[in-house]
């Protein structure tokens, strides 16, 4: 059985082992001193090299939100192959993957990541795309993936393993957005009981579609596909249930599949 992304540039076909997706072995590793800037429309390639940031200058990958991220891609950037690691000592990997625009990132892996792995900034219109095809992230302390901008992310062939939230649109942001989350083909491994794949406000009209969703570890059948929520734009955004209603949370149950 395999865990298997192709890209232009790239075949990477990492065997499943007892069920679990081995993280790709590093070419090389590069501390990173400062944010590496992708300029927009442009392309970088890792190409597997490991880029650990330097915890003493971006951050130790804890609940700091003055963190530095790792990588960051202005609109229409492209970022593939890369993995993101962590010093030892720390908690994780910085801020990980900021995107200020549209950006596509392929094929990149987080070791340790901390607080979140990939945060979504872009604010052009309604119409802004981010897409997320292949690679994973394990050892999340909160979400791997943070929505904050507009538009539409789709997450496709992802893997996720330990971590307490997969994604949510912002709960609480000063300015807040409709926003939309397509996810597709995600095997997620020990999220954590009672907490949720995705999670959207339905005040300001969000939605997450989730098809082929995989979940497994002790807790995976109490792990929800999709949380509603009443977003505000300060305190604390308040649950609203967990149903597939079709309309905001769009998935069915009979879709997901639960692994040993």
């Given at each position: 059985m395999l865990c298997s992304i192709a890209f232009s540039t790239v075949f990477l076909a990492i065997l499943l082992h007892a069920g679990h997706c081995q993280?790709?072995?590093?070419?090389?590793?590069?501390?990173?001193?400062?944010?590496?800037?992708?300029?927009?429309?442009?392309?970088?390639?890792?190409?597997?090299?490991?880029?650990?940031?330097n915890p003493d200058i971006l951050g130790n990958g804890g609940a700091g939100e003055s963190q530095d991220a790792v990588f960051e891609l202005e609109d229409g950037a492209i970022l593939r192959n890369c993995i993101i690691g962590a010093e030892d000592g720390t908690e994780g990997s910085a801020d990980g993957i900021h995107c200020t625009g549209g950006c596509t990132i392929e094929n990149c892996w987080f070791e340790n990541v901390g607080e979140d792995a990939i945060t979504l900034y872009g604010l052009a219109s309604d119409s802004v795309t981010y897409t997320i095809r292949g690679g994973g992230a394990r050892n999340a302390e909160d979400k791997i993936i943070q929505f904050n901008g507009r538009g539409t992310a789709t997450i496709t062939d992802y893997y996720a393993d330990t971590f307490v939230r997969f994604a949510r649109t912002c709960g609480n942001c000063d300015n807040q957005y409709e926003r939309h989350m397509v996810i597709d083909n995600l095997t997620a491994y020990n999220g954590e009981a009672g907490q949720y794949i995705a999670g959207i406000n339905f005040n300001y009209n969000d939605s997450a579609t989730i098809t082929d969703l995989k979940l497994g570890g002790a807790s995976a059948q109490e792990v929800n596909a999709c949380k509603r929520f009443v977003g505000v734009t300060s305190g604390e955004s308040t649950s609203n249930g967990t149903d597939a209603d079709g309309t905001y949370c769009i998935y069915d149950p009979a879709d997901i599949t639960y692994l040993s």
């Open positions: 993280f790709p072995t590093a070419t090389d590793t590069i501390i990173v001193n400062a944010t590496i800037v992708v300029n927009a429309s442009q392309t970088f390639d890792c190409e597997l090299v490991r880029y650990t940031p």
